[in-house]
Protein backbone atom coordinates (compact mmCIF):
# COMPACT_ATOMS: atom_id res chain seq x y z
CA UNK A 1 0.00 0.00 0.00
CA UNK A 2 1.26 3.64 -0.88
CA UNK A 3 1.01 6.00 2.13
CA UNK A 4 1.99 9.23 0.97
CA UNK A 5 0.88 10.18 -2.42
CA UNK A 6 2.08 13.17 -4.41
CA UNK A 7 -0.09 14.11 -6.60
CA UNK A 8 1.96 16.67 -8.86
CA UNK A 9 -0.10 18.82 -11.00
CA UNK A 10 -3.66 19.09 -10.15
CA UNK A 11 -6.23 19.50 -13.17
CA UNK A 12 -9.28 17.91 -13.98
CA UNK A 13 -8.02 14.35 -14.09
CA UNK A 14 -6.24 14.55 -11.22
CA UNK A 15 -8.97 16.42 -9.26
CA UNK A 16 -11.55 12.95 -10.58
CA UNK A 17 -9.04 10.68 -9.07
CA UNK A 18 -8.44 12.19 -5.68
CA UNK A 19 -12.15 12.26 -5.37
CA UNK A 20 -12.52 8.75 -6.26
CA UNK A 21 -9.73 8.20 -3.82
CA UNK A 22 -11.12 9.55 -1.40
CA UNK A 23 -15.26 8.11 -1.92
CA UNK A 24 -13.22 4.42 -1.79
CA UNK A 25 -11.85 5.19 1.34
CA UNK A 26 -8.50 6.31 1.23
CA UNK A 27 -7.76 8.80 4.10
CA UNK A 28 -7.06 12.30 3.15
CA UNK A 29 -3.84 12.40 4.97
CA UNK A 30 -2.14 10.09 2.71
CA UNK A 31 -2.51 12.54 -0.61
CA UNK A 32 -0.20 15.66 -1.17
CA UNK A 33 -1.14 17.82 -3.59
CA UNK A 34 1.38 20.34 -5.27
CA UNK A 35 0.13 23.06 -8.08
CA UNK A 36 2.00 26.28 -9.29
CA UNK A 37 -0.92 27.87 -8.62
CA UNK A 38 -3.81 27.67 -5.48
CA UNK A 39 -7.21 25.33 -6.35
CA UNK A 40 -8.87 24.12 -3.58
CA UNK A 41 -8.95 20.94 -2.76
CA UNK A 42 -10.65 18.36 -0.48
CA UNK A 43 -10.75 18.46 3.51
CA UNK A 44 -7.77 16.81 5.27
CA UNK A 45 -5.33 16.74 1.95
CA UNK A 46 -2.49 18.65 1.80
CA UNK A 47 -2.04 21.47 -0.65
CA UNK A 48 1.12 23.55 -1.98
CA UNK A 49 2.40 25.53 -4.08
CA UNK A 50 5.73 25.04 -3.27
CA UNK A 51 7.38 21.80 -4.65
CA UNK A 52 7.40 19.59 -1.80
CA UNK A 53 9.84 17.60 0.11
CA UNK A 54 9.78 14.16 -0.06
CA UNK A 55 10.02 11.20 0.21
CA UNK A 56 7.11 9.84 -1.34
CA UNK A 57 5.56 6.69 -2.19
CA UNK A 58 4.08 7.33 -5.15
CA UNK A 59 4.41 10.29 -7.44
CA UNK A 60 1.08 10.55 -9.69
CA UNK A 61 2.19 13.03 -12.57
CA UNK A 62 -0.65 15.29 -14.48
CA UNK A 63 0.37 18.47 -16.13
CA UNK A 64 0.42 18.32 -19.67
CA UNK A 65 2.60 16.59 -21.63
CA UNK A 66 4.03 19.33 -23.26
CA UNK A 67 5.24 20.71 -19.85
CA UNK A 68 7.47 17.36 -19.11
CA UNK A 69 10.79 19.04 -19.78
CA UNK A 70 9.76 22.00 -18.12
CA UNK A 71 8.64 20.72 -14.80
CA UNK A 72 10.86 17.51 -15.01
CA UNK A 73 14.08 19.39 -13.31
CA UNK A 74 11.10 20.19 -10.21
CA UNK A 75 9.98 16.37 -9.93
CA UNK A 76 14.02 13.99 -10.08
CA UNK A 77 14.90 15.08 -6.83
CA UNK A 78 11.73 13.17 -5.34
CA UNK A 79 11.96 10.50 -7.34
CA UNK A 80 14.13 7.78 -5.42
CA UNK A 81 14.70 4.40 -5.18
CA UNK A 82 11.86 3.42 -3.15
CA UNK A 83 9.24 5.95 -4.93
CA UNK A 84 7.04 4.99 -7.77
CA UNK A 85 6.38 7.35 -10.50
CA UNK A 86 2.73 7.61 -12.12
CA UNK A 87 2.22 8.79 -15.07
CA UNK A 88 -1.09 10.37 -16.78
CA UNK A 89 0.84 11.65 -19.60
CA UNK A 90 -0.70 10.45 -23.05
CA UNK A 91 1.98 10.44 -26.09
CA UNK A 92 4.63 10.01 -23.14
CA UNK A 93 6.06 6.69 -23.19
CA UNK A 94 8.36 4.41 -20.96
CA UNK A 95 11.54 5.29 -22.68
CA UNK A 96 10.57 9.23 -22.82
CA UNK A 97 9.81 9.09 -18.87
CA UNK A 98 13.22 7.02 -18.08
CA UNK A 99 15.08 9.31 -19.76
CA UNK A 100 13.74 12.21 -17.85
CA UNK A 101 13.70 10.17 -14.75
CA UNK A 102 17.17 8.78 -14.49
CA UNK A 103 16.56 8.45 -10.83
CA UNK A 104 13.21 6.53 -11.46
CA UNK A 105 13.79 2.61 -10.39
CA UNK A 106 9.77 1.94 -11.15
CA UNK A 107 8.14 3.66 -13.85
CA UNK A 108 4.08 3.07 -14.63
CA UNK A 109 2.03 4.57 -16.80
CA UNK A 110 -2.02 4.80 -16.24
CA UNK A 111 -4.99 5.78 -18.23
CA UNK A 112 -7.93 6.80 -16.58
CA UNK A 113 -11.40 8.67 -17.63
CA UNK A 114 -13.12 11.12 -15.79
CA UNK A 115 -15.84 8.46 -14.42
CA UNK A 116 -12.77 7.79 -12.11
CA UNK A 117 -14.73 10.18 -10.11
CA UNK A 118 -16.94 7.71 -9.58
CA UNK A 119 -15.27 4.76 -9.38
CA UNK A 120 -16.02 4.11 -12.97
CA UNK A 121 -12.86 4.24 -14.82
CA UNK A 122 -11.52 1.86 -16.96
CA UNK A 123 -7.63 1.89 -16.29
CA UNK A 124 -5.04 0.86 -18.53
CA UNK A 125 -1.18 0.31 -16.91
CA UNK A 126 2.19 -0.54 -18.47
CA UNK A 127 5.32 -0.19 -16.64
CA UNK A 128 9.29 -0.87 -16.03
CA UNK A 129 10.88 -1.63 -12.74
CA UNK A 130 7.81 -2.59 -10.55
CA UNK A 131 8.38 -5.05 -7.69
CA UNK A 132 5.76 -7.30 -7.02
CA UNK A 133 4.64 -5.35 -3.77
CA UNK A 134 4.46 -2.12 -5.83
CA UNK A 135 2.48 -4.27 -8.84
CA UNK A 136 0.08 -4.76 -5.97
CA UNK A 137 0.12 -1.49 -4.52
CA UNK A 138 -0.85 0.28 -8.13
CA UNK A 139 -3.50 -2.45 -8.99
CA UNK A 140 -5.07 -1.70 -5.57
CA UNK A 141 -5.17 2.24 -6.03
CA UNK A 142 -6.35 1.57 -10.28
CA UNK A 143 -9.09 -0.57 -8.75
CA UNK A 144 -10.41 1.83 -6.46
CA UNK A 145 -11.18 4.04 -9.54
CA UNK A 146 -12.84 1.73 -11.50
CA UNK A 147 -10.93 -1.94 -12.97
CA UNK A 148 -7.24 -2.45 -13.48
CA UNK A 149 -5.80 -3.63 -17.14
CA UNK A 150 -2.25 -4.89 -17.43
CA UNK A 151 -0.58 -4.20 -21.16
CA UNK A 152 2.23 -5.96 -21.64
CA UNK A 153 2.59 -4.41 -24.50
CA UNK A 154 3.18 -0.57 -24.78
CA UNK A 155 2.27 -0.45 -28.55
CA UNK A 156 -0.86 -0.91 -27.95
CA UNK A 157 -1.61 2.01 -25.18
CA UNK A 158 -1.91 4.87 -27.89
CA UNK A 159 -5.09 2.50 -28.98
CA UNK A 160 -5.94 2.06 -25.72
CA UNK A 161 -5.88 5.92 -24.92
CA UNK A 162 -8.04 6.23 -27.51
CA UNK A 163 -10.58 3.74 -26.56
CA UNK A 164 -11.13 4.24 -23.10
CA UNK A 165 -9.45 7.76 -22.62
CA UNK A 166 -11.24 9.56 -25.59
CA UNK A 167 -14.20 7.31 -25.46
CA UNK A 168 -16.37 8.86 -23.60
CA UNK A 169 -16.61 11.92 -25.83
CA UNK A 170 -17.31 9.96 -28.48
CA UNK A 171 -20.40 7.97 -26.40
CA UNK A 172 -21.48 11.72 -25.02
CA UNK A 173 -21.73 12.78 -28.94
CA UNK A 174 -23.69 9.57 -29.31
CA UNK A 175 -26.11 10.31 -26.97
CA UNK A 176 -26.08 13.62 -28.10
CA UNK A 177 -26.91 12.35 -31.56
CA UNK A 178 -29.69 10.25 -29.81
CA UNK A 179 -31.74 12.82 -28.28
CA UNK A 180 -31.30 15.18 -31.56
CA UNK A 181 -32.66 12.65 -33.50
CA UNK A 182 -36.06 12.15 -30.75
CA UNK A 183 -36.18 15.92 -30.82
CA UNK A 184 -36.00 16.25 -34.40
CA UNK A 185 -38.48 13.47 -34.95
CA UNK A 186 -40.91 15.71 -32.69
CA UNK A 187 -40.01 15.09 -29.01
CA UNK A 188 -39.20 17.96 -26.51
CA UNK A 189 -35.62 18.18 -26.64
CA UNK A 190 -35.30 18.54 -22.91
CA UNK A 191 -37.43 15.47 -22.18
CA UNK A 192 -34.93 13.08 -25.03
CA UNK A 193 -31.74 14.61 -23.39
CA UNK A 194 -33.08 12.84 -20.36
CA UNK A 195 -34.13 9.99 -21.46
CA UNK A 196 -31.49 9.37 -23.73
CA UNK A 197 -28.93 9.54 -20.79
CA UNK A 198 -30.75 7.43 -18.74
CA UNK A 199 -31.16 4.68 -21.41
CA UNK A 200 -27.85 4.66 -21.88
CA UNK A 201 -26.59 4.57 -17.97
CA UNK A 202 -29.19 1.42 -17.46
CA UNK A 203 -27.30 -0.47 -21.52
CA UNK A 204 -23.84 0.60 -19.99
CA UNK A 205 -24.94 -1.09 -16.69
CA UNK A 206 -26.49 -4.25 -18.01
CA UNK A 207 -23.59 -4.51 -20.27
CA UNK A 208 -21.14 -4.65 -17.78
CA UNK A 209 -22.70 -7.17 -15.38
CA UNK A 210 -24.04 -9.49 -18.23
CA UNK A 211 -22.19 -12.39 -19.45
CA UNK A 212 -23.36 -11.73 -22.84
CA UNK A 213 -21.32 -9.75 -25.37
CA UNK A 214 -22.50 -6.47 -26.72
CA UNK A 215 -23.27 -8.06 -29.93
CA UNK A 216 -25.16 -10.96 -28.18
CA UNK A 217 -26.61 -8.33 -26.24
CA UNK A 218 -28.29 -6.27 -29.22
CA UNK A 219 -29.54 -9.56 -30.77
CA UNK A 220 -31.73 -10.23 -27.81
CA UNK A 221 -32.81 -6.69 -27.67
CA UNK A 222 -34.03 -7.30 -31.59
CA UNK A 223 -36.88 -9.75 -32.66
CA UNK A 224 -36.59 -10.59 -36.27
CA UNK A 225 -38.43 -8.09 -38.36
CA UNK A 226 -39.45 -5.91 -34.80
CA UNK A 227 -39.03 -2.13 -34.57
CA UNK A 228 -35.50 -2.77 -32.94
CA UNK A 229 -34.04 -4.34 -35.86
CA UNK A 230 -35.49 -2.11 -38.15
CA UNK A 231 -33.27 0.75 -36.63
CA UNK A 232 -30.22 -1.70 -36.11
CA UNK A 233 -30.44 -2.59 -40.41
CA UNK A 234 -29.92 0.92 -40.69
CA UNK A 235 -26.63 1.12 -38.47
CA UNK A 236 -25.51 -1.99 -39.54
CA UNK A 237 -25.97 -1.39 -43.67
CA UNK A 238 -22.72 -1.45 -45.19
CA UNK A 239 -21.10 -2.21 -41.54
CA UNK A 240 -21.58 1.87 -41.78
CA UNK A 241 -21.58 2.06 -37.72
CA UNK A 242 -18.41 -0.27 -37.28
CA UNK A 243 -16.08 1.77 -40.32
CA UNK A 244 -17.15 4.82 -38.64
CA UNK A 245 -15.91 4.33 -34.93
CA UNK A 246 -12.70 2.59 -36.82
CA UNK A 247 -12.09 5.42 -38.32
CA UNK A 248 -13.03 7.88 -34.88
CA UNK A 249 -10.26 5.27 -33.20
CA UNK A 250 -8.04 5.47 -35.48
CA UNK A 251 -7.80 9.12 -36.03
CA UNK A 252 -7.67 9.26 -32.25
CA UNK A 253 -5.05 6.58 -31.85
CA UNK A 254 -2.58 8.36 -35.26
CA UNK A 255 -2.92 11.81 -33.49
CA UNK A 256 -1.29 10.24 -30.57
CA UNK A 257 1.29 9.37 -32.34
CA UNK A 258 1.61 11.99 -33.86
CA UNK A 259 2.29 14.12 -30.66
CA UNK A 260 4.23 11.43 -29.29
CA UNK A 261 6.71 11.78 -32.31
CA UNK A 262 6.74 15.89 -31.66
CA UNK A 263 7.83 15.18 -28.21
CA UNK A 264 10.46 13.17 -28.97
CA UNK A 265 11.71 15.91 -31.82
Not at 117 to 135: E, F, H, M, T, W
Not at 192 to 220: C, D, F, T, W, Y
Not at 251 to 257: K, S, V
Request: proline share 6%; charged share 25%.
Amino acid sequence: MFDRILLFGYGTMASAMLEGWLASGLEPRRFTVYNPRPKPVPAGVAFTTEVPEGPFDAVVLGVKPQKLAEVAPELEPLLGPNTVLVSMLAAVDLDALTKRFARARAIARLMPNLAAAIGKSPNALVARGLNADQREALTGLAERLGSAEWLENEAQFDLITALTGSGPGFVYRFIDALAGGAAELGMDRAQAERLAKQMVAGAGALASRSPHSPGELARRVASPGGTTQKGLDVLDEGEALRKLVTRCLRATRDRERELAAALRD
